[in-house]
Structures are given as C-alpha cells and as structure tokens.
C-alpha cells in the first residue's frame, strides 16, 4: 500500500510560481514511477509529468519548459515546480504512483486527494 498527500496548491496572478509537495509513504518498489496530474473543472484529467526512482522525466507538451518534477527520495517527497503559470494551468492537481510505468496516462494505482491550483488573468 501507498499513501500519497499532495500540499502546495493556491491561487496565483498569470506568470505567477507555485511549488506543490507530494508526501509519500508504504511500500517503495510501488512508488518506482510517479507522476503528478491533473483535472480541469469539466474536463478529464490529464498527465503533466512523471519521474522514475532514477530520475528520468517525461513532460506533456502542455507544460514542458515552464514545469520541473523532482523527487527526493531520501525524504519520501515528490515536487512539482510550476513557472510562468497560465489560466489554462487551473485544475486539481494529483500525485500518482505505481510499479508499472504508464507514461502521462492516468493509469496509476495509488493516488492523492488532490490539491486545487486557480491561475487568474
């Protein structure tokens, strides 16, 4: 089992910065591949990125350049830093995690509750 928190979430101006935590905990072999995602209001939710235990990244187009994931596995805690934020970037935002490596697909097994980020014009 895995239990995953997600902290960090807000309301920002356009171009704004916000950096969102994921608290990880349970078995670490299914924490092996993690990725944060998320959900617009109305819509379905989507990959943002995803990182492995060795550190290899994978970006949607979305946010490539503008978002950093890291992971710190000494502290259990995954990071998402999002620069140059839009209004298009205002959604729900999910940590995820598993053993299997399902690229941006919202396939994953453990899941967080989600943190809100509002990005206003």
């Known amino acids: 089992q895995v239990q995953l928190v997600e902290s960090g979430g807000g309301s920002v101006q356009s171009g704004g910065s916000l950096r969102l935590s994921c608290a990880a905990s349970g078995d670490t072999y299914s924490r092996t591949y993690m990725g944060w995602f998320r959900q617009p209001p109305g819509k379905e939710r989507e990959g943002v990125a995803t990182?492995?235990?060795?550190?290899?990244?994978n970006y949607a187009t979305s946010v490539k350049g503008r978002f950093t994931i890291s992971r710190d596995n000494a502290k259990n805690t995954l990071y998402l830093q999002m620069n140059t934020l839009r209004p298009e970037d205002t959604a729900m935002y999910y940590c995820?995690?598993?053993?299997?490596?399902?690229?941006?697909?919202?396939?994953?097994?453990?899941w967080g509750q989600g943190t809100q980020v509002t990005v206003s014009s």
């Open positions: 990182i492995d235990s060795d550190g290899t990244t």
């Open positions: 995820a995690a598993d053993r299997i490596f399902w690229w941006l697909l919202p396939k994953y097994r453990y």
